[in-house]
């Protein structure tokens, strides 16, 4: 045994950083959900070498203030809660203020950002961990942050990253997911240099799902709107027609957040038992509204899982009416094909 010794500055931010920071997904996410909080029309997203080489993330948001740069690099520095309280009243996709830090703790980074009041935008370079640049640069308002070298101190994790495909199809996905999401904000993708896709302000949802995603799913969407008391399910669930070897095109939002919530998808899919084939999952893609006073979004750093206070009541919901959905749409078609 090892005497207790309490663990340098360092070993504490790399360690912290490594729960925020996995890969460069999670990069990708925390920038841009930076971007959506800060107010963005448009966001940017460029990427190399599925992000390990370079990430950069340009949006035409609010801005920082000059005086809070160095402030938005610290550990839990944050604009977006004062009190533990108001996690319950959340309205913005970030609240611990450990993205920024927690990139600097595992890759070097350059920020340039330009507020509405300041007359020219300002730029810093930190590099292991440190500000080594700052300089006045002329630019639009908004915010762009490039992140390269990542991983570079900490190798075990750079090893462990998947191939170039892998993490860039990863991060393609999430893109895909913040287009469908966020109804009033145009996303740009460019992977290695070339331009991947496009979606516009206040694009439909049916046209980003046909456009982004697979003009298979033209004849193959259910619409969905359900509600009770407690919550408001609206989207699109696929028809018994269309079903996927992988989870891959299953996109559920709580509250606009994307979230993973296994006992949601798990409700969904068996809705489709006996309709579909053993091993096959359905696309859906839905958005679940409810009081944030009934959501628990602080039990990750990443974020990625939340926790409902009235679960059962919602998986109970979904049981109930998306299956009879599902069901409703084979007849209908089958009586089309009758007639
Ligand atoms: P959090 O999002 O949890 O507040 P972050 O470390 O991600 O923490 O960011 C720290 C702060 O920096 C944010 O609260 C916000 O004030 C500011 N910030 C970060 N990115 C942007 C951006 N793209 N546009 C405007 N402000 C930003
Ligand atoms: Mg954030």
């Not at 390269?148 to 997911?177: C, G, M, Q, T, W």
Request: hydrophobic content about 35%.
């Amino acid at each position: 045994m090892m005497a207790i010794v309490q663990l340098d500055k360092n070993t504490i931010e790399k360690i912290a950083a490594g729960e925020v920071i996995e890969s460069p997904l999670s990069i990708v996410k925390e920038l841009v959900e930076n971007s959506i909080d800060a107010k963005a029309k448009n966001i940017v997203v460029e990427i190399k070498n599925g992000g390990k080489s370079y990430i950069r993330v340009t949006d035409d948001g609010t801005g920082i203030e000059e005086y809070e740069l160095e402030l938005a690099f610290k550990r839990h520095a944050t604009s977006k809660i004062n009190t533990f309280d108001d996690l319950y009243n959340i309205f913005t996709l970030g609240f611990r203020g450990e993205a920024l830090s927690s990139i600097l703790a595992c890759a070097d980074l350059t920020l340039i950002s330009c507020t509405k009041n300041s007359k020219v935008g300002k730029k810093v370079v930190y590099k292991n961990n440190k500000l080594i640049h700052k300089s006045s640069i002329a630019t639009n308002i908004g915010t762009s942050i490039e992140v390269y070298n990542l991983f570079k101190n900490i190798p075990v994790r750079r090893k462990f990253l998947a191939s170039d495909i892998r993490e860039s199809n990863r991060i393609s996905r999430l893109i895909h997911a913040f287009a469908l999401g966020y109804d009033g904000i145009s996303f740009k993708f460019i992977k290695d240099d070339r331009f991947i896709f496009h979606t516009l302000e206040n694009q439909n949802l049916i046209s980003k799902i046909y456009n982004l995603i697979d003009e298979n799913l033209k004849d193959e969407l259910i619409h969905l709107e359900i509600k009770n008391n407690l919550y408001e399910i609206s989207g699109y669930t696929s028809s018994i027609n269309y079903y996927r070897g992988n989870r891959s095109l299953q996109y559920i939002f709580i509250n606009n957040r994307l979230v993973e919530y296994k006992k949601i998808s798990n409700s969904i899919e068996d809705t489709y038992s006996g309709l579909i084939p053993n091993s096959r999952y359905p696309a859906f893609f839905i958005f679940i509204n409810t009081n944030s006073n009934n959501v628990d979004v602080n039990i990750h750093p990443n974020k990625r899982e939340i926790k409902l206070s009235y679960e059962d009541e919602l998986l109970s919901l979904i049981k109930e009416n998306i299956g009879k959905k599902v069901i409703e749409n084979v007849s209908s078609k089958e009586i089309k094909i009758k007639n």
